[in-house]
């Protein structure tokens, strides 16, 4: 027997570095990749004339497939990487054999959400993303006694936040806001799944964990006490742990 690699897909508005304190644990269990999304940390912005679409982020990661010769992975993402893994699997459902959905949703933006989407890419084109667009993020991102004791913390965020390319920041808001609804896409999926919230996540709560986890037969869910919306920062150990109790195994021939 041998597991699939896990893919694990960064929240907006970080990048890989959010998954530093689980990506060690984990990889001495399993093969770990953690890429930069486009545009976002070291993965450079394509110039195109194209309407920003999470379908041509998940061309990308389709793409990183293809280089790195894995025909089939257990894809994995946290928030708005949790969106972009449900992308993938509508583009090329074949290359999943397994999704870990970490404090995300299915829905799409509400009227009010893509207008707000639309608010920050022209802010962040206009002024960068010093200081405002980690101040307007935190209070969601983070659970208040994240933030009232773990100052570290909050701090590991935000220099993460502000040194994101003002490109990127814009590019990935207008691609957010026209994702289509996966409630479906996650029913008929038929791949094994592991959905894990933050007790205290107010961008996508346990009403919403909860509905994912539902439609998929099988699905496991966890809620991790005393957690925000960054649940593989704020409880590392708890993430890791629901991952390894989870994850499936698979033939090399399923590969």
Same mark, same amino acid.
């Given at each position: 027997?041998?597991?699939?690699?896990?893919?694990?897909?960064?929240?907006?508005?970080?990048?890989?570095?959010?998954?530093?304190?689980?990506?060690?644990?984990?990889?001495?269990?399993?093969?770990?990749?953690?890429?930069?999304?486009?545009?976002?940390?070291?993965?450079?912005?394509?110039?195109?004339?194209?309407?920003?679409?999470?379908?041509?982020?998940?061309?990308?990661?389709?793409?990183?497939?293809?280089?790195?010769?894995?025909?089939?992975?257990?894809?994995?993402?946290?928030?708005?990487?949790?969106?972009?893994?449900?992308?993938?699997?509508?583009?090329?459902?074949?290359?999943?054999?397994?999704?870990?959905?970490?404090?995300?949703?299915?829905?799409?933006?509400?009227?009010?959400?893509?207008?707000?989407?639309?608010?920050?890419?022209?802010?962040?084109?206009?002024?960068?993303?010093? &200081?405002? %667009? *980690?101040?307007?993020?935190? $209070?969601?991102? =983070?659970?208040?006694?994240?933030?009232?004791?773990? +100052?570290? @913390? #909050?701090?590991?965020?935000?220099?993460?936040?502000?040194?994101?390319?003002?490109?990127?920041?814009?590019? &990935?808001? %207008? *691609?957010?806001?026209?994702? $289509?609804?996966? =409630?479906?896409?996650?029913?008929?999926?038929?791949? +094994?799944? @592991? #959905?894990?919230?933050?007790?205290?996540?107010?961008?996508?709560?346990?009403?919403?964990?909860?509905?994912?986890?539902?439609?998929?037969?099988?699905?496991?869910?966890?809620? =991790?006490?005393?957690?925000?919306?960054?649940?593989?920062?704020?409880?590392?150990?708890?993430?890791?742990?629901?991952?390894?109790?989870?994850?499936?195994?698979?033939?090399?021939?399923?590969?």
């Amino acid at each position: 027997m041998t597991e699939l690699p896990l893919v694990l897909l960064h929240a907006f508005p970080l990048d890989s570095r959010m998954w530093n304190a689980v990506r060690e644990p984990l990889a001495s269990h399993l093969r770990v990749i953690t890429p930069d999304q486009r545009g976002l940390g070291r993965s450079p912005l394509p110039e195109s004339d194209r309407e920003p679409s999470l379908e041509d982020a998940a061309r990308d990661v389709v793409a990183l497939l293809d280089r790195l010769d894995l025909d089939r992975v257990v894809l994995g993402g946290c928030s708005m990487g949790g969106y972009l893994a449900m992308a993938v699997l509508r583009l090329a459902p074949e290359r999943v054999g397994g999704l870990v959905l970490i404090d995300t949703k299915a829905g799409p933006d509400t009227p009010e959400a893509a207008q707000t989407r639309l608010d920050v890419a022209a802010r962040v084109e206009q002024e960068g993303t010093e &200081t405002w %667009l *980690a101040e307007a993020n935190l $209070p969601n991102l =983070l659970a208040a006694s994240t933030r009232e004791r773990r +100052p570290e @913390l #909050v701090e590991t965020v935000r220099e993460i936040i502000e040194s994101q390319p003002p490109a990127g920041i814009s590019w &990935t808001a %207008l *691609a957010l806001r026209t994702r $289509p609804d996966s =409630l479906d896409l996650l029913r008929d999926s038929g791949v +094994p799944a @592991l #959905v894990v919230v933050g007790e205290e996540d107010p961008i996508t709560p346990i009403a919403a964990a909860s509905e994912m986890a539902g439609v998929m037969d099988g699905a496991t869910l966890v809620v =991790l006490p005393e957690a925000g919306h960054l649940t593989p920062l704020e409880d590392p150990a708890g993430v890791v742990e629901a991952i390894l109790s989870w994850y499936p195994a698979t033939h090399e021939s399923e590969k």
